[in-house]
Structure formats: structure tokens, C-alpha cells
């Protein structure tokens, strides 16, 4: 079957194509049907099948004879060490985990939130839950405890497994103490918080609230899977949104199982048993779909990475563990490839090693640009695919299918929709824009099994932010156009979240914490182009009236105070004190032309502004600070 078949065929007669991937799976009680339209645009796949993800994802396994095969590779440049754990050694991990949770009283739809950095036991977290049907919220490492605690107040965990620290370069995190005090901030308390100590540093356990990890397991008698609702979430994991208030994606267990293993063969080309490596983190999407849940579910071994593309200890890292690992297929963000180039643009490092079994890099996360794909093909010598996906999805919309049928590259897009995924471009009223033409990403309901059925307790959001501008399609937020060959093209996002360093962060949850400096009056944070991590954040800030303390002193606290409050990922290091801002007659702010003013690109005067001098004054402040450049 070609791709053009295949997508067809989705789109046709969803019902069959799903219901045939469903087959793959391992259902208690098979599924009546593949879609469930909920009336009102909300719609759920294999609702009324009874199913597990972690059975899926490990028990399957050992039974069907993997057991001896190494179901996880820990690879940490950062501590020095390497270890791997069969399916059937994680199997017996995860049922003792589980039940140390069950011990706790932890049961089917508690929500559990996960605070750890890349060690397997964060993987054995995510699954402890998934066997018991609690549904966990992994949270990243580099947020602050402030942004910890908002998570907790919305999804109410009973429980929290955490680690006592992540190791960046140089420096250790202590979790527990962040931990601690986002308990403390959230109105929300947990019961209890299971704590993995690890060497690098001990943390202080709270009697009465706190267990050591270890300890919990050894004495819990091992939890079974316990089936559940196709429609129950596996977990909720928050996404910057436009807004300070973190917006929780909800996915569904049937389509995530599903979905998932689709892509493993189809989109990624990789057979069971052969290593797969997705070097991001478990608290982004891309580590709960290829990390943990895809990989596994598809009798995969999965790389746990914990390092850096450079200084971890060089530029030639990737390629060590691709070449000592028989990695097959890579998936990494965009930045991180640049990093490996500006260190190492002659690829000297990738002489060192033999990539005899790569067989393609995948990237996403941010815009590919062509001058890193380019310079991965050469020193490679594999396809470099890109491909185009979000949170809210949890896997590829656009990318090439590579194991059903490698489609021609063409550098700048990530190539084609996906099954299941009708794609359209809409220009502002949600007419259908011509091939070429650029306009709004939308794509027509309903989605593809797997992807987001609403909002963890916000389902008006959800309606909102995704169902409301173009009636019948969900709006990805991203514009773009598609070529006469349906070649997608992703330019750019259209509301306020910006992508820095492949973390998807926003400028209106910075935008709040710079709000509450109390000299600052107003502001507005932008994403500007960085060469290393694609966007950077920039704050510009109009301090209230009276306040003649020097700018410097407050830029600083500006920055720093976004560290606290957001965390070290936010990268926020430059704020510039301005007279005005500039806005529409109607008081927007008009972020769009600052960013093109920062970029010195040219652009259209916006006919709403308010008072066009401003632009010229935004521009040589900007150029005080090395911005604005013509
Ligand atoms: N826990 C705590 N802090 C973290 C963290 C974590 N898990 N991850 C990042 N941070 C910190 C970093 O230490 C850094 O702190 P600093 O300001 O004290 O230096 C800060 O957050 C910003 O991190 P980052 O934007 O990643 O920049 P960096 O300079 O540390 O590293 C790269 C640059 C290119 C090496 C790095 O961004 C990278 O590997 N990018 C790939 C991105 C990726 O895989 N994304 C996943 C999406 S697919
Ligand atoms: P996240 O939810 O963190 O995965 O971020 C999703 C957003 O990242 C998308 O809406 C895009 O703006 C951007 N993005 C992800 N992959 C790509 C890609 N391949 N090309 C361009 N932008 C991308």
C-alpha cells in the first residue's frame, strides 16, 4: 500500500483503519467500535474497550517470550554510568512500585504527579500508574516550584513520586526542596510523596508524609494490571497555553495504545526489538510518546538519556550512543543539532564512531532549518526527517511515513499529513486557502485517535482555545501553507506561545511574573530568533511613574525573578526598560511588529497603530542591547 492509499483510507472509512490498528493491541474487551461522537464537536475512540496500557507496554512482552530482552538503556554521561533492564526485570519494578502506591491507597483515576529527571525509575513511575489506572502529570525538572504547585492545585494529586535531584552540567538540582516548597504554596496537599533518593544528593524526608522510594517497594505486594475504559486517561500533562495557567492535556488510554503503535513501524520504521532513541526529557511529550509509552508498547528498547548534546562531555555524544547502542532510529529536536554544529561544524566527532545501524534522525519540536538538515544529512549520511506534531496531539501530524513508503524530502517541510489527520489551511473567516497560499493550520474534526479529548477541568477552555474560531476543525495555533503536492508548511505559531529550545513556553506566563514586579508598570515579553535555541524570550518593560532606580538593577530582578517563578527552562535573560510600548488604537499590543523590529526584518506597518513613533523608539533601544540590527 502506498502513503496516498493509506491516508485515504483513513479518511474514507475511519472506522475500519482504526479498528484494524486496534488489532495490534492486547484488549481485555475489545472495543464495539473505533469512534464515539459525543455530539458538540467532542468525540472519543474505543470508549466501551477494557484495556491496560502498562500491560501493553511490558507484561505482553515477557509473555510473548521478550523477556530477557533489554527493554530500557540508561545512558548518563552526566553521572558515568550505563545500565539496562529487561522487560521482564522492569515488569517486576513496576509491580512492587504499583503496589507500594496501592498500599498508599492510590486507585483507578487518582491523579499521581511524577517530578524526576531521566533515570528509568521515572519511566517505572509513569507505568506504576498506568497498571493501576491512576493517571499520572509528569512535571519537567527545570520548572520552578511555583509552576510545581500550580500543577498540583489543578490536577489534586493523592501522591507524588519525585526524585532528591537532577544533575544538570555543573550543578545539582535538589528536587525535594522545590518539591517542598510547592507543597507548601499549593492550597492542594498530597498524601504522601515517595521519594527516590539518589547518590549525588540525600534529601530530607518529612515523617508522616514522605517514603523512601525503595522502602515503599519492597514491601508492597505486586499490583496486577487492572483494566480500563478505552476513554480513561492515561495521564494529563500541562502545556504552556497563551495564559499564565498551564492548560492540562488529557490523553485517552484506547487511542493513545493505538495511535502509538501505528507510528512506531509506519512513521519511524524500527521492528520490535530494535533500539529506538528519543533524546528529550520525560516531562515533555516527546519523552511520555518516545521515551516511555510508544517504544514499549511496540517491544521496542528504549534509550533513557540523561546528558546533554554538548559538554556531556563532547559534541560526539549522540553519535557514542547511537554507535554503542545500535540505535536504529534517532529523534531529537532541532537545537540539539545545531548545539552538536556550532561545537563541531566539521563533524569530526561523528568519524569517531560507527553509525552502520542508523537508519534516519527524525526531528520536531521546533521549525527544522534547512541548514541543519542539511548538515545532519552530509555528516549522517541517513534521511533527516522532519516532522510536526504538539502536545495536544501526542504523536506526528505531518512527517513522512518512512516504513510504509519514503516520500521525497523536501527541506523546509515536514511532508505530509498523517492518517487520520485532514489538514487544512483557513484564512480568517475559515475559508479554504489555494495550495501555496499561507493561512491558519486547522484540521477537521474529528481528530485521530489518541490526541486530546478536552482539557483536564476545563473543558470551556478547551472548547475555547480549539474548537471556536473555525466551527468543525480544531485550530492548531500554528499558520502555514501546503503545496500543490500536499507538502505541509508550518511558518509559524499565531497566539503567544513561543518554542525556545524545543520547550514550549509563554510569553503571557512571563509576561504575569514581570507584571509583579512592583516598578514595573507594563510590558510585553517576545520571542526573538536566536541561532542556537530558535526563539529567545525578551521582556520589554515600562516602569511605573517615580521609579528612577537604575534600569540595569531592575532588568536583573526581572530576570530573576522569572527564574524563581518559572524555572531555569523559561531562559529568560534579557529585559530592556522602554518609555511606551506599541499598540493599536484599541490598546493591543502590537508584539508581532516588535519581534520583526528585533529581528530587523522588514515589515507592514500595522494600519491600527496607535502612534508610529514608537516603533522607532522601540528599535533604538533594542539596538542599545544588540537587537535590531538593519
Ligand atoms: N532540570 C533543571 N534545569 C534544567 C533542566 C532540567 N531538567 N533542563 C534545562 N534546565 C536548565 C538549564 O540548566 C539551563 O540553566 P542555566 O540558565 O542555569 O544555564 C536552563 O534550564 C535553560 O536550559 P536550555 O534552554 O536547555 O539551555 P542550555 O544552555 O542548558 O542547553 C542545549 C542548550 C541546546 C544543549 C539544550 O537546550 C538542548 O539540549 N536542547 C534540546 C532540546 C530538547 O531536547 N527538547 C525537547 C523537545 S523535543
Ligand atoms: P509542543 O507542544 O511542545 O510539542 O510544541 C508544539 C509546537 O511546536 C507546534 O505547535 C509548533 O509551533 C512547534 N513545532 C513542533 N514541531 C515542529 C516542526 N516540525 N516544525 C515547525 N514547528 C514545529
Redesign the pocket.
Known amino acids: 500500500m502506498t502513503y496516498r492509499d493509506v491516508y485515504q483510507a483513513s479518511l474514507s472509512d475511519p472506522e475500519s483503519f482504526w479498528m484494524t490498528a486496534a488489532q495490534a493491541i492486547d484488549w481485555v474487551t475489545p472495543p464495539s467500535r473505533a469512534l464515539f461522537d459525543r455530539g458538540d464537536d467532542l468525540y472519543e475512540w474505543f470508549a466501551d474497550g477494557l484495556v491496560n496500557t502498562c500491560y501493553n507496554a511490558v507484561d505482553r512482552h515477557v509473555e510473548a517470550g521478550r523477556g530477557d530482552q533489554p527493554a530500557i538503556i540508561h545512558d548518563s554521561p552526566i553521572t558515568g554510568t550505563k545500565s539496562s533492564l529487561t522487560y521482564s526485570e522492569l515488569r517486576d519494578r513496576v509491580a512492587s512500585l504499583a503496589g507500594a502506591l496501592v498500599a498508599q491507597g492510590v486507585t483507578k483515576g487518582d491523579r499521581v504527579i511524577i517530578y524526576m ?1 531521566m533515570i528509568p525509575e521515572a519511566l517505572e513511575a509513569m507505568l506504576a500508574c498506568a497498571r493501576i489506572g491512576a493517571i499520572h502529570s509528569v512535571v ?3 520548572f520552578a516550584a511555583n509552576e510545581l504547585a500550580v500543577r498540583i492545585d489543578d490536577c489534586k494529586p493523592k501522591a507524588i513520586l519525585a526524585a532528591s535531584c ?1 544533575l ?1 552540567p555543573g550543578r545539582i ?1 535538589k528536587y525535594k526542596p522545590l518539591l517542598d516548597g510547592a507543597i507548601e504554596f499549593a492550597n492542594h496537599k498530597p498524601d504522601v510523596c515517595i521519594i527516590l533518593q539518589r547518590d549525588q544528593d540525600q534529601a530530607e524526608l518529612i515523617p508522616g508524609r514522605d517514603l523512601d522510594w525503595h522502602a515503599a517497594q519492597e514491601g508492597a505486594a505486586p499490583a496486577d494490571c487492572i483494566p480500563v475504559e478505552g476513554n480513561h486517561p492515561v495521564y494529563v500533562l500541562y502545556t504552556s497555553g497563551t495564559t499564565g495557567a498551564p492548560k492540562g492535556v488529557v490523553r485517552p488510554t484506547g487511542g493513545h495504545l493505538v495511535a502509538l503503535h501505528w507510528t512506531m513501524k509506519n512513521i519511524y520504521n524500527v521492528d520490535p526489538g530494535d533500539v529506538f532513541w528519543a ?3 520525560v ?2 511529550v ?1 519523552g511520555h510518546s518516545y521515551i516511555c509509552y510508544a517504544p514499549l508498547i511496540h517491544g521496542n528498547t528504549t534509550v533513557v538519556f540523561e546528558g ?3 559538554g556531556t562531555p563532547d559534541a560526539g555524544t549522540f553519535w557514542r550512543v547511537i554507535s554503542e547502542h545500535n540505535v536504529r532510529s534517532f529523534f ?2 532541532p ?2 543539532i545545531r ?1 552538536v554544529k556550532r561545537e563541531d561544524p566539521k563533524g569530526l566527532e561523528r568519524q569517531k564512531y560507527d553509525l552502520s545501524g542508523l537508519r534516519a534522525l527524525y526531528l ?2 521546533e521549525r527544522a532549518d534547512p541548514d541543519t538538515i542539511e548538515w545532519a544529512q552530509e555528516i549522517l549520511d541517513v534521511p533527516v526527517y522532519d516532522h510536526w506534531w504538539q502536545t495536544e496531539t501526542g504523536y506526528t501530524i505531518a512527517g513522512n511515513p518512512a516504513g510504509l513508503e519514503a516520500l521525497p524530502v523536501k527541506i523546509g517541510s515536514p511532508t505530509v499529513a498523517m492518517p487520520g489527520y485532514d489538514v487544512q489551511i483557513l484564512d480568517e473567516a475559515g475559508h479554504p486557502q489555494k495550495p501555496g497560499e499561507l493561512g491558519a493550520i486547522a484540521i477537521k474534526l474529528p481528530l485521530p485517535p489518541g490526541t486530546l479529548p478536552t482539557l483536564w477541568n476545563a473543558a470551556d477552555r478547551f472548547r475555547k482555545s480549539y474548537l471556536s474560531t473555525f466551527p468543525g476543525f480544531y485550530e492548531t495555533g500554528d499558520a502555514g501553507m501546503i503545496d500543490e503536492e500536499g507538502y505541509l508548511y508550518i511558518m509559524a505559531r499565531t497566539d503567544d506561545v513561543i518554542n ?4 514550549r513556553l509563554s510569553t503571557g506566563a512571563m509576561e504575569e511574573v514581570l507584571a509583579a514586579h512592583p516598578d514595573v508598570a507594563e510590558c510585553a515579553v517576545v520571542g526573538v530568533s536566536d541561532k ?2 530558535g526563539q529567545s524570550p525578551l521582556g520589554l518593560v515600562c516602569l511605573t511613574s517615580g521609579v528612577n532606580r537604575p534600569h540595569d538593577e531592575i532588568t536583573s530582578e526581572c530576570v530573576k525573578l522569572v527564574r524563581e517563578r518559572i524555572g ?2 523559561a ?1 529568560f535573560k534579557n529585559a530592556l526598560v522602554v518609555d511606551r510600548l506599541p499598540k493599536t488604537r484599541s490598546g493591543k499590543i502590537l508584539r508581532g511588529t516588535v519581534v520583526k523590529i528585533a529581528d530587523g526584518e522588514t515589515f507592514k506597518m500595522p494600519a491600527t497603530i496607535d502612534d508610529p513613533v514608537i516603533l522607532d523608539e522601540i528599535r533604538a533601544a533594542l539596538q542599545t542591547i544588540g537587537y535590531a540590527r538593519e
Request: aromatic share 6%; glycine share 18%.
Open positions: 529527571p519537567f525538572g527545570g537532577g544538570e538540582v533524546a528529550s526529557d516531562g515533555w516527546v546533554k548534546p554538548v531529537t529536536a537545537t540539539a548545539a520536531a519540536g525556545v529550545a524545543g520547550h542556537l535555541k531555569p527552562v531562559a
